[in-house]
C-alpha cells in the first residue's frame, strides 16, 4: 500500500492517490483539474485508476474528477448530500470503499459544506489514516462561511459552525490518536484561518494543538469560528457549481483559447489583464489594464478581481507564459471567460510613473495613501495613519470611495497586491496622479505622520 501526496502551491491543494500495490488498482481524493499528475502516477505503478472521491464540493478549485471518469472509466464517489449532476456513487455514514486488502471507510463530516465527508483508511485490519479535505486542517477547521448568499448567507454559516462543533468533537475527537490526518488544504488557503505549514498531522497531536477541538461550548465554538473570517473570493460560488456539475476536459477546453495580435481583435470595453512583470506593465501598458502578475497567488487574485460573468483579454509575456497563466486560470475553471491572449509591445502605451519617495516620505499628508490591504491586517495596525482603507478584493466596486483632490499612492505589505491595486485606480480615475508605493513600504515601519 502506499499513499502519494501531491502539492499545488498556488492554492496550497493537497490531493492523494492511494495505491494498492497487489491489486494494482489507484483511488484518488480531490484530484487538481490538471489530471496528467495522476496518470503519469499510475502508469509509473503500472496500475489503474479505478475511483475518485471528493471530499466535498469544493470552492477554490476545479476538480478534475468527470475529465478522471470520461478517460479512466474510474466511478466517482461523492456525499449523498452534495447535489451532483455527473454520473457518482453516493457516500453516507460508514459507506465502505474496497481496494485489495485497503478499506475506505466514508464519515459524514458536516461544517465546512453540509456535504463535507471525511474518509477512513483501513489496512490490514488497522486505522492507518484519514483523509479530512476542508473539514479539519493542521492547526485548523474549515470556514463555515464559504456557502449560502443574501438573507440566506447568516444562517447558513451559523448553522454550519454549529455542525462543525459537533463533528469535532462527537465525531474526529473519538478517532484513534495515531491515525494521521491528509486535510487537502495547508497554509495559505483562504478554506481556513490559521493552518500550520506542515501537510499532515495526527488526531493526537489535533486533538492537543488545534483550538477546535479545546473544551468549550457550543456557543463559543460558534462565536470563535466565524469572527476574523478572511475574504471570500468572487469566483468560489463559482466553482461549487462547477464541481458538482463537472468540468469539461482541461486540454480540450484549453485549446479554444484564442490568441490574437493585438488588443483589436477584442470588443471595445473588454477587460483587460495584464500579467506581465509590474516594471514592463509601468514602463507601457494599454489604457484601462488591470496588472495582476503571474505570481504565487495570481489564481486567487484573478478570481477575487474579476467576477466569473466576465469575460477577459489576458495579456502576456510571451508563448511560455501564455501557457503558465492560462493552466493557472483553468484552476479555478477561468479559462473559459478568457475572450483571447495577445502579447502587449514592450514599452508602449501608457506608462506610470515613479513615486517621489522622498517628498511623500516627508509630507505623506499631501497625498491620498489607499492601504489595500485585508481588513484584518488593518485592524492589526495602519502603516500610515492617514490613509484610506480599500481591500484589493473590493476595489473594483468601492473605488470611487476615494478622495481625488490630492495623488494617489497605494500600499500594501508587500507590493504585489499594490502594484494590481494601482494599476486598477489608474484605469478607473482621470486628471489625477496614481502611484504605487511597492516594495518600498517595508521601509515605512511605523506610523507615518508630517512633521
Known amino acids: 500500500m502506499k499513499i502519494k501526496q501531491f502539492e499545488d502551491p498556488g492554492l496550497a491543494h493537497y490531493s492523494y492517490a492511494i495505491l494498492s500495490e497487489g491489486a494494482k488498482e489507484i483511488i484518488l481524493i480531490d484530484p487538481a483539474r490538471d489530471a496528467r499528475p495522476y496518470y503519469a502516477f499510475a502508469e509509473a505503478h503500472q496500475a489503474t485508476i479505478v475511483a475518485v472521491v471528493e471530499t466535498h464540493s469544493h470552492a477554490d478549485f476545479v476538480s478534475a474528477h468527470t475529465e478522471i471518469q470520461r478517460v479512466t472509466g474510474a466511478k466517482v464517489f461523492v456525499s449523498r448530500r452534495m447535489k451532483a449532476s455527473f454520473p457518482h456513487y453516493p457516500l453516507e455514514e460508514g459507506s465502505l470503499l474496497t481496494l485489495g486488502n485497503i478499506t475506505l471507510r466514508a464519515l459524514e463530516t458536516p461544517g465546512h459544506s453540509l456535504d463535507s465527508i471525511s474518509v477512513v483508511l483501513r489496512h490490514k485490519e488497522k486505522d492507518l489514516a484519514i483523509f479530512t479535505g476542508d473539514t479539519l486542517f493542521v492547526g485548523d477547521v474549515g470556514r463555515p462561511d464559504l456557502r449560502g448568499s443574501g438573507e440566506d448567507a447568516a444562517r447558513t454559516r451559523e448553522e454550519l459552525a454549529r455542525q462543525m462543533y459537533h463533528t469535532i468533537h462527537a465525531k474526529l475527537k473519538t478517532l484513534a490518536e495515531d491515525l494521521v490526518v491528509y486535510p487537502a488544504h495547508g497554509a495559505g488557503t483562504l478554506c481556513g484561518k490559521s493552518l500550520s505549514t506542515d ?11 488545534n483550538y477546535a477541538f479545546q473544551p468549550r461550548s457550543e456557543e463559543a465554538f460558534t462565536q ?23 468540468a469539461p476536459s482541461l486540454e480540450e477546453s484549453l485549446s479554444k483559447v484564442k490568441s490574437i495580435t493585438s488588443i483589436d481583435g477584442l470588443p471595445n470595453g473588454t477587460l483587460l489583464i495584464d500579467t506581465r512583470p509590474e516594471k514592463q506593465f509601468k514602463k507601457g501598458h494599454h489604457p484601462g489594464a488591470i496588472n495582476i502578475q503571474d505570481g504565487a497567488k495570481f489564481e486567487t487574485w484573478l478570481g477575487s478581481i ?6 477577459f483579454g489576458l495579456i502576456v509575456e510571451n508563448q511560455e507564459s501564455r501557457e503558465v497563466v492560462l493552466l493557472k486560470a483553468a484552476k479555478i475553471g477561468y479559462e473559459t471567460k478568457v475572450a483571447a491572449t495577445f502579447l502587449h509591445p514592450e514599452g508602449s502605451g501608457q506608462s506610470t510613473g515613479p513615486l517621489p519617495l522622498a517628498d511623500f516620505a516627508a509630507h505623506p499628508r499631501a497625498y491620498t495613501i489607499l492601504d489595500v490591504r485585508e481588513e484584518h491586517e488593518v485592524a492589526n495596525g495602519k502603516i500610515f495613519e492617514n490613509s484610506v482603507s480599500i481591500p484589493l478584493s473590493r476595489l473594483r ?8 483632490d490630492k495623488p494617489i499612492v497605494v500600499h500594501c505589505a508587500g507590493g504585489y497586491r499594490s502594484a494590481a491595486g494601482s494599476s486598477l485606480v489608474q484605469s ?24
Do not use: H
Not at 199 to 209: D, L
Not at 397 to 404: D, N, T
Open 199 to 209: 501537510s499532515s498531522s495526527t488526531i493526537g497531536r489535533e486533538i492537543r494543538e
Open 397 to 404: 466596486e468601492r473605488v470611487g470611495e476615494i478622495p481625488l
Open 428 to 451: 478607473q480615475v482621470k486628471g489625477v496622479a496614481v502611484f504605487d508605493l511597492g516594495e518600498a513600504v517595508k521601509e515605512f515601519g511605523v506610523l507615518q505622520t508630517d512633521q
Open 224 to 246: 470563535l469560528l466565524l469572527e476574523n473570517r478572511p475574504f471570500v473570493p468572487k469566483y468560489f460560488p463559482f466553482d461549487v457549481a462547477l464541481n458538482r456539475q463537472g
Open 306 to 311: 474579476v467576477a466569473p460573468e466576465e469575460t
